[in-house]
């Protein structure tokens, strides 16, 4: 049974390359393409493909899209394919919905399999996808199930600080400089708000702070997220 797809991106030149790419196999299935989140929800609601190939970041798309296109769509499988890499990228497209995660620069082999993977209702993360994971230490099958508690818990305003720091992507040595202190006594910072809130990474803290609303999501979606090392 053929897997049908619809490409979105605003990028005539890459939709067309994806085109191109994934017509040559004869068990995918090119059903649409969309340069905006509007013509791509007109698709899903009137052809119900199986796998939607989205780049979320480009203009006219958001993360909330992939949110829209599930709620059109329940049996929809989407895939991401971004040039972007960053952990606090990953966890909102997981957050949203993504099933499978890719890059504009992954290997032809890598894009099919995504499709085909996700076509079967598997996941699929490309190498850098994957490393990334590894680096922010994001478990994939616990994100859309992870509940943080935002009740009130005993935060120092310093800590408040760090946190609203971490979420938009500084290491420690970052906000050592911005909050003028030692890298040392961000670290100590760091495991101090990590044992308050009950939680073991920086992606989990990145979520108590969107939900908390020290910071919001679009604040930080596009800007490359450094790793927690300091």
Same mark, same amino acid.
């Given at each position: 049974?053929?897997?049908?797809?619809?490409?979105?991106?605003?990028?005539?030149?890459?939709?067309?390359?994806?085109?191109?790419?994934?017509?040559?196999?004869?068990?995918?299935?090119?059903?649409?393409?969309?340069?905006?989140?509007?013509?791509?929800?007109?698709?899903?609601?009137?052809?119900?493909?199986?796998?939607?190939?989205?780049?979320?970041?480009?203009?006219?798309?958001?993360?909330?899209?992939?949110?829209?296109?599930?709620? !059109?769509? @329940?049996? $929809?499988?989407?895939? #991401?394919? /971004?040039?972007?890499?960053?952990?606090?990228? *990953?966890?909102?497209? +997981?957050?949203?919905?993504?099933?499978?995660?890719?890059?504009?620069?992954?290997?032809?082999?890598?894009?099919?399999?995504?499709?085909?993977?996700?076509?079967?209702?598997?996941?699929?993360?490309?190498?850098?996808?994957?490393?990334?994971?590894?680096?922010?230490?994001?478990?994939?099958?616990?994100?859309?199930?992870?509940?943080?508690?935002?009740?009130?818990?005993?935060?120092?305003?310093?800590?408040?600080?760090?946190?609203?720091?971490?979420?938009?992507?500084?290491?420690?040595?970052? !906000?050592? @400089?911005? $909050?003028?202190?030692? #890298?040392? /006594?961000?670290?100590?910072?760091?495991?101090? *708000?990590?044992?308050? +809130?009950?939680?073991?990474?920086?992606?989990?803290?990145?979520?108590?702070?969107?939900?908390?609303?020290?910071?919001?999501?679009?604040?930080?979606?596009?800007?490359?997220?450094?790793?927690?090392?300091?």
């Amino acid at each position: 049974m053929d897997i049908q797809v619809v490409i979105a991106d605003s990028n005539h030149i890459v939709r067309c390359g994806l085109t191109a790419i994934l017509s040559n196999f004869p068990d995918i299935r090119i059903v649409g393409e969309a340069v905006n989140e509007e013509k791509l929800k007109e698709l899903v609601f009137n052809f119900s493909p199986r796998v939607v190939l989205i780049d979320f970041l480009a203009p006219g798309f958001s993360v909330d899209t992939v949110q829209e296109l599930k709620r !059109i769509s @329940e049996n $929809l499988r989407v895939v #991401a394919i /971004t040039t972007e890499q960053s952990g606090v990228t *990953i966890v909102n497209a +997981l957050k949203a919905g993504v099933d499978s995660y890719i890059k504009k620069d992954c290997d032809i082999h890598e894009i099919v399999d995504s499709v085909q993977e996700t076509g079967k209702g598997s996941k699929f993360f490309c190498g850098q996808i994957l490393e990334a994971i590894r680096r922010e230490s994001i478990d994939p099958d616990e994100i859309n199930g992870l509940e943080i508690n935002c009740e009130p818990v005993s935060l120092s305003r310093r800590e408040l600080e760090v946190i609203k720091l971490i979420a938009e992507g500084n290491t420690n040595n970052q !906000i050592a @400089e911005k $909050l003028y202190l030692s #890298a040392h /006594t961000v670290n100590t910072h760091r495991k101090n *708000i990590m044992q308050k +809130l009950g939680v073991n990474n920086t992606a989990s803290i990145v979520m108590y702070a969107v939900k908390s609303q020290l910071v919001s999501p679009n604040k930080f979606l596009f800007s490359p997220v450094n790793s927690a090392a300091g």
